[in-house]
């Protein structure tokens, strides 16, 4: 019991991945909502309703400039990236409301693999996650 006691004393447990320091802000258009997301904890913080369903510029005059101040001041990445967005007249489109859950975890792999394999075929791996999400589809509305 002692010699299996120091074996596992010599183990190192793993730590608890942890999250980011910061909120991502999840528009709901048809919920007329947006979810502030704990990004350290990976919860949501604070759901807050609004009057009218959310838009890529969720503010006007004066809030709106001091927030566009803010994001030119603390970006870590470049403002250029986002700029299509930022300008977007559209409105937001909300996510689907049937097997949102099994899209995101047939798109998942797809991600992962261009993301770490250099050799990966996105439209192969597109077409095959769309097949097998296609019979989720059709195994639910039977």
Request: net charge neutral.
């Amino acid at each position: 019991m002692a010699a299996e006691l120091g074996v596992l004393a010599g183990c190192r447990l793993h730590e608890k991945a942890r999250g980011f320091a910061g909120y991502a802000f999840i528009a709901n258009q048809d919920g007329r909502a947006i979810a502030a997301v704990d990004l350290e904890v990976f919860a949501v913080a604070r759901h807050i309703r609004l009057d009218g369903a959310p838009t890529a510029v969720l503010f006007k005059g004066d809030f709106q400039q001091k927030l566009t101040a803010l994001n030119v001041k603390y970006a870590n990445v470049p403002l250029d990236n986002y700029a299509t967005f930022i300008d977007s007249s559209h409105a937001l489109r909300s996510e689907p409301r049937r097997q949102t859950q099994k899209l995101y975890a047939a798109i998942d792999p797809v991600m992962q693999a261009v993301l770490t394999d250099a050799g990966a075929d996105p439209q192969a791996l597109l077409a095959k996650a769309a097949q097998q999400f296609q019979q989720v589809l059709d195994s639910s509305a039977a």
